[in-house]
């Protein structure tokens, strides 16, 4: 059986601010096999843009890795020193942001910037590096790259730049690329290229992907697994096809639910989430979701659902599931998403809006 | 005309499904802006346009197509270049001073960023009541309280937040504040500029579904301005698409989907990621080459054709603009080849 290429377990990173201690990424378990592309899906402040970085060494402070391994290659990320981990950065691990503006040096050439990145390991041999570039540029897709590769940053455009920028990554060929909201930037059009392009490079290179995004369409394009996060934690994970098709998470059903899609009947009223997304310095007990779950029951409110096998292949977090609020709750046929109204668990003494931060209440309160 | 009527040109090129008289009616607009000696960005280039009294008419658009440039035209809140905007009969282009604000009563705007369209030194209440306070129709005490409390119930807030200021919100918290806002003066129309862009998926949903509900609680007419062809589709009567300052195709929702007659909307339609792996395994990109024209200097003819896979250059598409016509399914589209959209440009969608 082949060795997972990226090895992630328990991985928690909190930040230590002013105001406390922000617990934005807790527990967070998962592998990378190698060729493999993976999607982490989540909302603002999930915690999936934090993990990316834990797995690079690029929390910065008052942030700070406080738990967990990361095993690379057999040998595990944290443990190394600084050194260390720049000769595995951008070598065997690259990664591209969302900007790819303020990611360039606006006053190199995007030519240099592509060989620097060559230059500063010693994987590709020296003589070879300037036609690599040029053949890289190519590769990406950025027409008359024999010309353009003189060219500054500013002289691109936003598509171009990330072209310039995926080139960057894969100069060295990684064994594992991550891909950090690529295109959330860019308009839908450009979006599409930048995607088709970066499946056609998985399949070329070999080369893993991590992609991080919001956007469930981009998954479902590009990824052949995919982790949903809340609150901090993996609340699901599994192939796409099957999170797609029997999502068990009630946060990942409503996220489903939640988007119009364009092949969709118009007239079908959106499901909405209620509520917000918690806290992280002050995290609700039990299942982080409960104060926005119509399927709730009383359990969630006491005990944090561990993470475990719902179907083959697929992982969830989560008392209920969606296979029993489908036969207990007709989760089929609900309009009403407020929080435990498909469950009728409102525990006592909590009027439902009670459970929400003193900002939240306002979001569900009707008259 | 110094009383702002006028008299509507022939049946408009651009007619909406239903029979009656439009609410708005936006006529051969153009914004043009200076760009240094001799040239200029031509972000609006000739947009008409009707709008029933109820009805949501969707703009959808990459960045820099003259979305955003032509809602605030029509709000007034630049002028134009050239064209009209008829509310409810009155040319507001020609309206100057007073006359202006009491007509523009009637048309309020909802912005993209809620954060920057709150003042942080006002409290909710204050910002909310800003507008009636500006028309005098309300003192202030108790019957401004009411009226502030009235609206934040209406937009699904605490009604005894009044008294917070923005930065105690949420982004989709803030965007309801906005909303009541733009209600305070119950106008007729409303301008969403990008309502939802800046929220979360799951706060999106809350905001779109209020949207909804207050057009059929207080009979609204919205134009609903936005980049993300899924999110108007699904709120839209008719969707507008804009490439370039221009119009080039226009479409009763439901239909969208299934027909196009403009390749710039087939090709926008194929980006679209669908959340269903299935349906993107089998997904076909209709290619576009190159990048968006600079509108400072924008291609002859058709405004596509530069792009366009389907397009004969040199030939019609470069010497000639398309007019924007009804075709055979009943959409409007600016393109001479339409009936070759949908065999040329094979996507699986």
């Known amino acids: 059986m082949t060795q997972p290429v990226l090895e992630v377990r328990d991985l928690s990173t909190h930040f230590f601010t002013d105001d406390g201690e922000v617990k934005a990424v807790r527990g967070v378990s998962f592998e990378v096999m190698p060729g493999e592309t993976v999607g982490i899906v989540g909302e603002s402040g999930c915690g999936k843009s934090v993990t990316a970085m834990s797995l690079l060494g690029l929390v910065q402070r008052p942030g700070k890795v406080v738990h967990g391994e990361i095993m690379f290659k057999g040998q595990d990320l944290l443990k190394l020193n600084k050194e260390e981990l720049r000769n595995i950065r951008g070598r065997d691990i690259a990664m591209i942001f969302q900007d790819p503006l303020s990611s360039l040096n606006p006053v190199l050439r995007i030519g240099f910037q592509i060989d620097e990145a060559m230059r500063s390991h010693d994987k590709i041999p020296k003589d070879d590096i300037s036609q690599r570039g040029i053949d890289l540029l190519k590769q990406v897709r950025v027409p008359d790259a024999v010309h353009r590769i003189k060219d500054f940053p500013h002289q691109f455009s936003g598509g171009m730049r990330q072209r310039a920028m995926i080139a960057m990554g894969l100069s060295n060929k990684p064994d594992l690329l991550i891909a950090d909201e690529p295109t959330t930037a860019l308009d839908v059009t450009v979006q599409a290229q930048i995607l088709e392009l970066l499946r056609d490079l998985n399949e070329q290179t070999g080369a893993a992907i991590i992609l991080i995004t919001h956007n469930l369409g981009i998954v479902a394009g590009l990824c052949r697994r995919v982790l949903v996060m809340y609150a901090g934690e993996i609340v699901e994970e599994g192939p796409v096809e099957q999170i797609f098709e029997s999502p068990q998470h009630p946060y990942t059903w409503s996220l489903l639910r939640s988007v119009p899609r364009i092949d969709s009947n118009r007239q079908d009223r959106l499901l909405s989430i209620e509520g917000l997304p918690p806290d992280l310095i002050d995290l609700p007990v039990g299942c982080k979701f409960n104060p926005r779950c119509p399927f709730r029951i009383e359990r969630c409110f006491n005990e944090p659902p561990v993470i475990e096998n719902v179907a083959d292949a697929q992982r969830a977090a989560c008392w209920v599931t969606m296979t029993r609020a489908y036969d207990e709750m007709n989760a089929a046929t609900i309009t009403d998403t407020s929080p435990g109204a498909a469950s009728g668990v409102h525990p006592r003494g909590r009027r439902p809006a009670a459970d929400l931060t003193p900002a939240a209440t306002a979001e569900t309160l009707s008259d | ?349």
């Open chain 2, 1 to 349: 005309m110094t009383d702002g009527t006028v008299a509507y040109p022939a049946a408009g090129a651009v007619a909406p499904a239903t029979a009656g008289e439009p609410i708005l009616r936006v006529v051969n607009v153009v914004k043009h802006f200076g760009a240094g000696v001799g040239a200029s960005v031509k972000a609006v280039d000739g947009v008409s346009f009707d709008i029933m009294p109820g009805e949501t008419v969707g703009l959808v658009g990459e960045s820099g197509c003259g979305k955003s440039t032509l809602g605030r035209v029509i709000t007034q809140l630049i002028p134009a270049t050239s064209g009209e905007v008829i509310l409810e009969g009155v040319d507001i282009t020609k309206l100057r001073g007073e006359k202006l604000r009491q007509q523009r009563k009637q048309l309020q705007i909802i912005f993209q960023d809620p954060y920057a369209s709150l003042d942080p030194r006002m409290t909710v209440g204050d910002i909310i009541a800003e507008p009636l306070v500006n028309f005098k129709m309300i003192g202030r005490g108790k019957a401004k309280d009411a009226r502030v409390q009235e609206l934040l119930r209406t937009v699904g807030l605490n009604p005894y937040f009044n008294n917070r200021y923005p930065h105690e919100f949420s982004g989709g918290q803030r965007q309801r504040i906005g909303i009541a806002r733009a209600l305070a003066l119950n106008p007729k129309v409303i301008i969403c500029d990008e309502p939802v862009s800046a929220l979360d998926v799951s706060i999106q949903a809350q905001i779109i579904n209020l949207l909804e509900d207050l057009q059929r609680e207080f009979h609204l007419t919205y134009l609903f301005i936005a980049h993300d062809l899924s999110v108007v589709r699904h709120i839209s009567n008719r969707v507008m698409v804009m490439y370039l300052g221009r119009i080039c195709e226009v479409a009763p929702s439901d239909d969208l989907y299934r027909s196009q007659d403009h390749p710039y909307t087939r090709a926008l339609l194929s980006s679209i990621p669908v959340p269903d792996p299935r349906i993107e395994s089998k997904r076909r990109l209709v290619e576009l080459t190159g990048e968006i024209p600079s509108p400072r200097n924008p291609p002859s003819g058709c405004l596509f054709h530069t792009r366009c896979p389907i397009a004969q250059v040199p030939g019609i598409c470069a010497d000639v603009v398309p007019p924007l016509e009804m075709k055979p399914d009943g959409h409007l589209a600016s393109c001479h080849f339409s009936d070759q959209v949908r065999t040329k440009l094979a996507v699986t969608v």
